[in-house]
Antibody
Framework: EVQLVESGGGLVQPGGSLRLSCTASGFSYITFSMNWVRQVPGKGLEWVSYISSSSNTIYYADSVKGRFTISRDNAKNSLYLQMNSLRDEDTAVYYC??????????????WGQGALVTVSS | DIQMTQSPSSLSASVGDRVTITCRASQTINTFLNWYQQKPGKAPKLLIYAASSLQSGVPSRFSGSGSGTDFTLTISSLQAEDFATYYCQQSFSTPRTFGQGTKLEIK
């Protein structure tokens, strides 16, 4: 069974840092690209970042570029999001999501349960 | 960035109804379009990928269509468990933008 489990969420002051982790199981993690998607409570979904299976390709949303860093450790089946210089508007539930490719089409076929990050003084 | 616009933003319907949700892209995206369902407090769930391909395990009452800029998600006969929020997402380019969501409520 495919499972993605996020951890590391919590309360942090504006300007602070936090590191989210996502631990994968039930599939060959090394062969899949991964993403972070966030959702402000009560609002819609916002894609945050992408990392390819070998970490060779990384993308960020403009809203987090220069502040957030995505990384992965394939030996530990883990995905990370280092969040620095946090702002009130970064408050959200953060999901990790597996990206599957079929033909040339990509989609997020498995999601974690989410980790709540609250930025507040 | 490609903007995704869903309509309606909310919809009231009854069990057994046929429901259609539309999604429009700000530029052509071929069939690089996915649909997700999200229930309160839960992670999104993939329903449809590549505009019309049904994800494994998803009931056949869900279907998707469209190409280019205009897409639809149809639920042929609403069941109680279908009341949720639905999001479209384009995978044509980065950033992978989502629509704002359509909340499907019980009438």
């Amino acid at each position: 069974e495919v499972q993605l489990v996020e951890s590391g969420g919590g309360l942090v002051q504006p300007g602070g840092s936090l590191r989210l982790s996502c631990t994968a199981s039930g599939f060959s993690y090394i062969t899949f690209s991964m993403n972070w998607v966030r959702q402000v409570p009560g609002k819609g979904l916002e894609w945050v970042s992408y990392i390819s299976s070998s970490s060779n390709t990384i993308y960020y949303a403009d809203s987090v570029k220069g502040r957030f860093t995505i990384s992965r450790d394939n030996a530990k089946n883990s995905l990370y999001l280092q969040m620095n210089s946090l702002r009130d508007e970064d408050t959200a539930v953060y999901y990790c999501a597996r990206e599957k490719i079929t033909g040339s089409r990509t989609f997020f076929d498995y999601w974690g349960q989410g980790a709540l990050v609250t930025v507040s003084s | 960035d490609i903007q995704m616009t869903q309509s309606p933003s909310s919809l009231s319907a009854s069990v057994g109804d046929r429901v259609t949700i539309t999604c429009r892209a700000s530029q052509t995206i071929n069939t690089f379009l996915n649909w997700y369902q999200q229930k309160p407090g839960k992670a999104p769930k993939l329903l449809i990928y590549a505009a019309s391909s049904l994800q494994s395990g998803v009931p056949s009452r869900f279907s998707g269509s469209g190409s280019g800029t205009d897409f639809t998600l149809t639920i042929s006969s609403l069941q109680a468990e279908d009341f949720a929020t639905y999001y479209c997402q384009q995978s044509f380019s980065t950033p992978r933008t989502f629509g704002q969501g359509t909340k499907l409520e019980i009438k």
